[in-house]
């Protein structure tokens, strides 16, 4: 493999290089949670910039576990809906399809031209995969995904909303609800407190990151229109995973243990 260039990646562009990194040092593990080949292959191209997250173990261990969190309510959407489509909103360089499968499915990958761009020059996305580069603000994308005659779908949004003012926040669910009816969104979300916490983060600071939003309750969507409804929530501790037991103190801290999420909706009616 020619030697990466990701020189010209600026600001929120380089948090793909962390997220996949950290799915490379999982996927070293002998029994990883997530196992991407794609994350394996890329890792020791990573080695030089970022050989300091090596040192971000905790970090590594939620990362992959909210990817896995993502990755389920995905296998559970196919299932349901074997020939429905999924959407990756902000895709980066996550290799969500490859890990899944799934052949009759539609999959559209959504990012900015810097991404896209570079994830077209470290692999090659599988079958029925389209890539749109552009902003997930800019709904031309939507364009592309209707004219597929894709329904129903599927939305994932990981590491995505909280890099967005609220009031993008709010016209992205809302052009969902109205160009998607019915349709499946899944994202991360921090509360306000966490917000502000994780911008004193030693990479958010590295990397003059800042996050924008917050969501104070699991439900706040719902009174953002009709039809909006939360039906799914997961938090790092709801699962028994051993290597989580160093952490487990923080489940009596309400802010520690409720900050951090993934939420599941549905957003308006077929």
Not at 170 to 190: H, N, T, W
Request: hydrophobic residues 40%; glycine residues 8%; contains cysteine.
């Amino acid at each position: 493999m020619k030697e990466l260039d990701f020189s010209y990646l600026l600001g929120v562009e380089r948090t793909m290089l962390m997220t996949l990194f950290w799915r490379g040092m999982e996927s070293e593990q002998a029994e990883p949670l997530v196992r991407d080949e794609v994350a394996a292959r890329l890792l020791p191209e990573l080695e030089e910039e970022l050989s300091y997250l090596r040192k971000s173990k905790d970090d590594q261990l939620y990362n992959v576990l909210r990817t896995r969190q993502f990755d389920r309510w995905t296998r559970d959407f196919i299932a349901i809906h074997p020939r429905g489509t999924v959407v990756d909103l902000g895709c980066g360089l996550d290799a969500r399809k490859q890990r899944i499968g799934g052949t009759e499915i539609r999959w559209f990958g959504v990012d900015l031209p810097g991404v896209t761009a570079f994830r077209k020059s470290v692999f090659t996305d599988p079958p029925r995969y389209t890539l749109i580069a552009g902003s997930v603000l800019d709904f031309a994308w939507m364009d592309r995904v209707e004219g597929a005659n894709s329904r129903p779908c599927h939305f994932s949004a990981q590491g995505l909303l909280p890099y967005l003012q609220p009031e993008d926040v709010k016209r992205l669910v809302l052009g969902l609800r109205e160009r998607f009816p019915g349709c499946e969104l899944v994202f991360d979300a921090m509360s306000p407190f966490m917000v502000r916490l994780h911008n004193y983060h030693p990479w958010v600071r590295k990397m003059n990151l800042r996050f924008l939003w917050g969501l104070k309750e699991d439900d706040g969507l719902e009174d953002w229109a009709s039809g909006i409804k939360q039906e799914g929530s997961w938090r790092y501790f709801d699962d028994p995973e051993p290597r989580m037991k160093p952490y487990r103190w923080m489940r009596i801290i309400p802010e520690a243990a409720k900050g951090n999420r993934v939420l599941k909706y549905r957003l308006g009616e077929i």
